[in-house]
């Protein structure tokens, strides 16, 4: 289970609390002693009702150390969405902190799943502590629901040999010694927090801070978390740093050796303001998918610049880009794009997903021949290196001509006073999709006409918004990532900005 003989610590910074590395092993052997007394056995499901506290992580390590499967749920699901996930895992018990919503505690029981409490497990006797290793490599130890809470759930199953196959590579790629102190920010129920920025340094023997998952308040405080507990390392998502950069200080005793973002391509601009406000250059974009254990490449090339959408060098896997996006033409036997030249993105690790619980159907159509095919969109240069184009669904087509709206995201993101913004496809008489845009700005229409200028100076013409949306905010998930279908089905409710009343009014 371990990289090393044994954890790090574990810390909540805002509360305090601390577990060294014998009380976090005491409290293993509590929880372990608790489900064996409740019955647990060898391949039981296990959901996880809460995360980002310390208690979660010796949760996990107890159900591996039973031979059981954790499934770690988003706390703020609905009884309704629970309920979904539940009937199409069939989970065995469910541990909690703190009382559950009295509705959601009765489906469950209706449901045959036992309820856990957390603290209570935590105090339970035992006589020894355990030798955390009662698994076998080839069983299931990790789901994780990626959709379909409200309908037809898809969860990524993880046995633990391709966990181990990542946090293995991941070691020989990256090393140990920059995550010694590692903060989490992220939340514990999706592969990015848990099983790259979390479980890889904390099982590896480095200590791990954990917060909040997107507060708002906690990416005010950023910079002083970082000084009070000089922190060598933390992961996070782009929209967490636009908050973190227009509200917190920057930290200042300089602990911070390694900064990695992920879940959306970083922009050039948004990856210089991060070098210059976290003050190390090693900030790097990692590319990473459930599917796949998280990550699998980064820009961990040297000194380099930084550019829209570029992503670097696989850790531990090989990437290719292929003109067909089909699992009847994985590589191997499709063709493969040419340098610079935007195509598929398909990978092959050995920390592949064992594969979509309950649906082999739902598998076959992403993986073949040992394959995955990612749905992103990218191209590689002529020294191999991945840049990210957007994702396949995501892509416009206007006319015949294909429009990226990470591209358009990037340029109008440059511009003053833009606090967040999305381009999606909008249907249109003509070219049969045309773009939007919908785009947090500061300030008047005066504004609006600039930015627009700044538009047609930077953008193609094919690629210039035909509709503009001004919003407050742009909806994400709990994942920190935009789902653009979501905001164009958001604006289509709204009326779009009279572009050319407020472009006359200013001629």
Not at 78 to 89: H, K, M, R, V
Not at 121 to 145: C, M, R, V, Y
Not at 250 to 267: D, I, K, M, N, Q
Not at 421 to 433: H, I, P, R, T
């Amino acid at each position: 289970m371990f990289l090393q003989r044994t954890t790090g610590e574990l810390a909540e910074p805002l509360t305090g609390r601390r577990w060294d590395r014998e009380t976090v092993l005491r409290q293993v052997s509590s929880r372990v002693a608790h489900l064996q007394k409740r019955g647990m056995k060898s391949g039981d499901l296990v959901f996880v009702h809460y995360g980002n506290r310390i208690e979660f992580f010796a949760d996990l390590l107890a159900i591996w150390n039973c031979g059981g499967c954790a499934v770690p749920i988003d706390a703020r699901l609905t009884p309704f969405e629970i309920e979904t996930l539940a009937g199409a895992a069939n989970p065995r018990f469910s541990i909690h902190i703190g009382e559950l919503d009295p509705a959601l505690a009765g489906a469950l029981a209706n449901a045959g799943v036992e309820l856990v409490d957390s603290i209570e497990a935590g105090k339970t006797p035992h006589a020894s502590l355990p030798p955390l290793s009662n698994f076998e490599l080839d069983q299931d130890a990790l789901i994780l629901f990626t959709s379909g809470s409200t309908g037809d759930p898809k969860g990524v199953v993880h046995t633990h040999r391709s966990l181990r196959a990542r946090w293995i590579t991941l070691q020989q790629s990256l090393g140990v010694e920059k995550y010694r102190r590692t903060l989490c920010l992220l939340p514990t129920h999706f592969g990015h927090g848990l099983i790259c920025n979390c479980l890889y340094p904390w099982l590896s023997g480095c200590d791990l801070f954990v917060l909040p998952a997107f507060s708002a308040d906690v990416a005010m405080r950023l910079g002083r978390i970082l000084d009070e507990h000089d922190i060598t390392f933390m992961s996070s998502v782009p929209s967490v740093w636009r908050l973190a950069l227009k509200a917190a200080r920057p930290p200042e005793r300089g602990s911070l050796e390694r900064v990695f973002c992920g879940s959306a391509p970083l922009t050039a601009h948004l990856w210089g303001q991060i070098r210059e406000w976290t003050g190390t250059r090693d900030v790097c974009n990692s590319y990473g998918i459930t599917e796949t254990g998280s990550w699998v490449a980064g820009t961990t090339v040297g000194d380099f610049e930084p550019e829209d959408g570029l992503v670097g060098v696989p850790w531990g896997s090989v990437i290719q880009i292929m003109k067909e996006g089909g699992t009847e033409y994985p590589p191997g036997f499709g063709e493969e794009c040419p340098a610079d030249t935007p195509g598929y993105v398909w990978l092959n690790t050995p920390a592949l997903m064992k594969g979509y619980l309950g649906r082999e159907d739902l598998t076959r159509q992403v993986v073949s021949q040992g394959w995955f095919m990612t749905g992103d969109i990218g191209a590689k240069d002529e020294r191999g290196w991945l840049y990210l184009r957007g994702r396949e669904r995501d892509e416009i087509n206007k006319g015949g001509t294909k429009v990226y709206p990470s591209d358009i995201d990037a340029v109008a993101e440059r511009f003053p006073g833009v606090n967040d913004v999305c381009c999606f496809a909008v249907e249109d008489a003509l070219y049969g999709q045309n773009v939007g845009l919908a785009v947090a700005l500061e300030g008047d229409d005066a504004q609006v006409r600039e930015l627009y200028g700044w538009l047609k100076r930077h953008l193609a013409d094919h690629q210039m918004p035909m509709r503009m949306h001004r919003v407050t905010e742009i909806p994400r998930t709990s994942r920190g990532k935009i789902n653009r279908a979501e905001v164009a089905k958001s604006c289509a409710n709204s009326e779009p900005l009279d572009l050319r009343s407020i472009l006359r009014s200013g001629s």
